[in-house]
């Protein structure tokens, strides 16, 4: 069985529930993303370098997400961004 089985659309995926974590590779970036007792962490490596120490990360608890205020994401950084409300071409 795959780690990630798709939902809704040709971008849209889950983890499923027998793994823990998966890799993500986008051009030169491997994304981690691992499901804790508490939450979600994400963290960014460059490609073929996935042992050293995270250029970024993020995270967010369950209890977070499960809020009903709106609030904008932030990342690590402290950068705000929108998450799209649809996905289009030019996401890939």
């Avoid at 970036?29 to 042992?51: A, M, N, Q």
């Avoid at 929108?82 to 996905?87: E, L």
């Amino acid at each position: 069985m795959p780690a990630l089985k798709q939902t809704e659309g040709d971008t849209d995926y889950e983890l499923n529930e027998e793994y823990q974590s998966c890799w993500i590779t986008v051009n030169n970036i491997s994304v981690y993303i691992c499901k804790t007792d508490e939450g979600v962490v994400v963290d960014l490596f460059p490609l073929h370098r996935e042992t050293d120490e995270s250029i970024a990360g993020t995270w967010a608890t369950f209890a977070e997400a499960s809020e009903d205020r709106k609030r904008p994401w932030r990342s690590s950084a402290g950068r705000a961004c929108t998450k799209r409300a649809s996905s289009s071409s030019e996401d890939n």
